[in-house]
């Protein structure tokens, strides 16, 4: 059984701060890793992939993978309200096209 | 920009009733995927599609069926609508982009069973 764990927060930040959001998966084969953001009502949408131990930067996201440890972390650098939403993280085993999603960190920044 | 859309926002349907939720993709990717998201239990796969009528069963795919007859639309059919299907239905199609298959979301159907 592939599992993906998240904690739902909400996560609160005040603007202008560092937020980490961490999942935490439990297959050994899994390959690429995801992160998702979704407003409230709305689909989700793609803001960056990793598959590489280590760091991947894009703009104010990092995405941070541990294979031995088994997790896969999001930071955002200067939060902004707009950032508020529901972030899901999703992993990929290899030799599969589908995804196995957590149920999502919500994170609230205050201005 | 990848394009995914889906034919209705809202749907509101009876008990009963034989549902037919369309998405199309304007991107000719390969695989396309349905689930359903519920509050406390997330995003949940219904079916997915490697390609033109091929179709396989993912983790919920009981009371559902689905159609692939070209490659840009993927329909999800529910045979005769209960309550317990009320959800918000989100489809997907994936590229393979930096060595890896990604998957990109239309903008979901909320649809409530009476």
């Known amino acids: 059984q592939k599992e993906v764990e998240q904690n739902s927060g909400p996560l609160s930040v005040p603007e202008g701060a560092i937020a980490s959001l961490n999942c935490t998966y439990s297959?050994?084969?899994?390959?690429?890793f995801f992160w998702y953001r979704q407003y409230s009502g709305k689909s989700p949408e793609l803001i960056m992939f990793i598959y590489s131990n280590g760091d991947k930067e894009d703009g104010r996201f990092t995405a941070q993978l541990n294979k031995a440890s088994q997790y896969v972390s999001l930071l955002i650098r200067d939060s902004q309200p707009s950032d508020s939403a529901t972030y899901l993280c999703?992993?990929?085993?290899?030799?599969?096209?589908?995804?196995?999603f957590g149920k999502g960190t919500m994170l609230l920044v205050s201005p | 920009d990848v394009k995914v859309t889906q034919s209705s926002r809202y749907l509101v349907k009876r008990t009963g009733e034989k549902v037919f939720l369309e998405c199309v993709q304007d991107?000719?990717?390969?695989?396309m995927f349905w689930y359903r998201q519920d509050p406390g239990l997330g995003l949940r796969l219904i079916y997915f599609s490697y390609d033109v009528k091929m179709k396989e069963k993912g983790d919920i795919p009981e009371g559902y069926s689905v159609s692939r007859e070209k490659k840009e639309r993927f329909s999800l059919i529910l045979e005769s609508a209960s309550t317990n299907q009320t959800s918000m239905y989100l489809c997907?199609?994936?590229?393979?982009?930096?060595?890896?298959?990604?998957?990109?979301f239309g903008p979901g159907t909320r649809l409530t069973v009476l």
């Open positions: 991107m000719d990717h390969e695989n």
């Open positions: 999703a992993v990929r085993v290899s030799g599969y096209s589908t995804l196995t």
């Open positions: 997907a199609s994936s590229l393979w982009t930096e060595g890896t298959d990604t998957q990109y």
């Open positions: 297959d050994r084969g899994s390959q690429s």
